[in-house]
């Protein structure tokens, strides 16, 4: 099997099979409906470099030792084999889209080239303007603003970054098509990552009196400062610097606020037409009855949640991520040649009324991605990490989930207390902080800044999280020394806006936190 791996910049699941009611996504939702789809799927830290490199690495931040965007693993913690490298060394053709590795020092200024890829990877041209004045504003003049919707054809190159990665992704299936060599192409997409710039068009999608607060729009009450994220990067955009908004908790205008919302949902809905263009072309050079698709995110993105925005944060609007799995003959019947899986859908005109072939409710991480991958293309499944594993250069931390594809076999409830709870999937999330309270450098932290690490444990029922002493200079966290505890029950507090860690007797969670963290 070829693989197709498409991994979403900032991308929290709102997507209709995701049970989305607001959002057009035809696109990634019929691909929702041919794969098994992981409704409770977390990124192991809400910030793009750290993320990335923990899931192509199949290593937790703890052993990438990567919390910030200013290190290179190989050469600051161990030399550790990448998914796409070993997929190399598999006899693959492996090529890089758009944004997978996060560019710069953290995957040494080459994506990690020549190591994860075959040949270089590929940056959109355009990608040098995403920050630039590119946003007229209702004085003509032009902006770097949040908010951006834009005329296309007065962008510079006559073009925008994700379109351009379409076309070339495309390209690379038609070159692979005539080769005939098996590949691994990642496609890695901006949008919906800020500034909010799209094509205008896409806002008619969204009437602005549609458009609701979040359900949680204040700073909950018994929320340690510690774990807020004060959202300085949106407070650096035109529009927003001339709200003149308090720092750190805001808040923003309500007005300006679901503008924010409803142009996020405008970015998503034009990144669902460039994956429906990406899966058409997958129809039409013919290999859609030979390659696993894989959709995720490196992370969620806040909408006004607690009061908060961006990512930078251990709640589940950061965390949680979309996460599905196309694999024909397993997800879905074998394809019959000539028959199209994947026809572009219109989200101007097509009513999306696909459903997921299968929802796991398994809670899973991103970190699996690579032990996963390698068991449904048929390779060797590469071996659990030993304890310390920086001396190991290929073995993974994520085990395999593709035994919870059968999503038929998940049960409801269950009989034994003690079985469960041992046998209860997890996923782990950590974030740093540079003191307890907010201050200008709380979202993203430098390594040698970080006094505090948030190490956050989520299962179905509940979110745990413990903000501990960290030291940046032998990476060690002391547990002895808790700063602030976070706990939320999922059944009467889905939003996480209750915290009732100090009216709770939470040893066990912290034993479990423990025991998993020391091993």
């Known amino acids: 099997m070829n693989v197709l791996f498409i991994v979403v910049d900032d991308l929290r699941p709102v997507l209709g099979c995701y049970g989305d009611k607001l959002v057009k996504s035809p696109n990634i939702d019929q691909l929702a409906s041919h794969s098994v789809v992981f409704s409770n799927a977390y990124a192991q830290q809400a910030v793009c470099a750290p993320s990335r490199v923990s899931f192509l690495t199949g290593r937790r931040p703890d052993s990438t030792r990567l919390y910030d965007f200013y290190s290179y693993w190989r050469v600051h913690a161990g030399n550790y084999s990448t998914m796409p490298q070993y997929f190399k060394e598999n006899g693959y053709v492996t090529l890089s889209v758009g944004k997978v590795f996060h560019p710069g020092v953290s995957s040494n200024y080459s994506d990690d080239y020549p190591h994860s890829w075959s040949v270089p990877p590929f940056h959109p041209s355009t990608e040098k303007y995403e920050n630039d004045k590119t946003c007229r504003g209702k004085d ?18 006559g073009t925008l970054p994700d379109i351009q990665s379409t076309e070339e992704a495309i390209r690379l299936m ?25 094509p205008q068009e896409f806002l008619k999608l969204y009437p602005l009196e549609n458009i609701t607060l979040a359900p949680d729009p204040w700073v909950p009450e018994k929320l340690p400062s510690v774990a807020y994220n004060p959202w300085m990067d949106i407070r650096q955009r035109d529009d927003v610097k001339a709200l003149n908004v308090s720092f750190p908790y805001g808040p923003l205008p309500y007005d300006f606020q679901r503008q924010i919302r409803q142009s996020y949902y405008a970015a998503v809905s034009y990144l669902d037409t460039q994956v429906g263009q990406l899966l058409n072309a997958l129809d039409d050079v013919g290999l859609s009855n030979s390659t696993i698709v894989v959709f995720t995110a490196d992370h969620g993105w806040s909408l006004g949640e607690h009061g908060e925005w961006a990512k930078y944060s251990n709640f589940d609007v950061a965390t949680r991520v979309p996460l ?12 019959i040649p000539g028959e199209r899986v994947f026809p572009y859908r219109d989200p101007f005109s097509h009513i999306s009324d696909f459903m ?34 920086f001396h190991v250069v290929l073995c993974t931390e994520g085990s395999s989930i593709v035994r919870y594809f059968n999503v038929s076999e998940e049960k409801d409830g269950c009989d034994d207390t003690f079985r469960c709870f041992n046998e209860e999937t997890v996923a782990f999330s950590q974030y740093p902080r540079p003191a307890d309270t907010p201050q ?14 948030g190490y956050s444990m989520r299962t179905i029922d509940y979110r745990y999280t413990v903000w501990v002493q960290f030291n940046p200079n032998n990476f060690s966290a002391n547990f002895e020394d808790v700063h602030a505890g976070e706990l939320y029950m999922v059944e009467t507090d889905p939003n996480q806006d209750y ?9 066990w969670f912290y034993k479990k936190i423990l025991g998993f963290l020391k091993h």
């Open 174 to 198: 038609n070159v692979m098509k005539t080769s005939k060599q098996k590949f691994f192409l990642a496609v890695g997409y901006h949008k919906p990552h800020i500034p909010l710039r799209y």
């Open 140 to 157: 003509g003049r032009l902006y770097a603003n949040l908010v951006c919707p834009v005329d296309v054809t007065e962008m510079p190159g």
């Open 440 to 453: 200008w450098n709380s979202d993203k932290p430098k390594l040698k800044d970080i006094r505090i690490m």
């Open 356 to 389: 997921p072939q299968g929802q796991s409710k398994k809670v899973v991480e991103l970190v699996s991605l690579f032990s996963t991958l390698a068991e449904l293309a048929g390779l060797q499944v590469p071996p659990v990490c030993p304890e310390p594993s």
């Open 324 to 335: 599905m799995f196309y694999v024909p003959g397993m997800t879905t019947s074998p394809v």
């Open 499 to 507: 915290n009732i860690y100090n009216n709770t007797l939470h040893v």
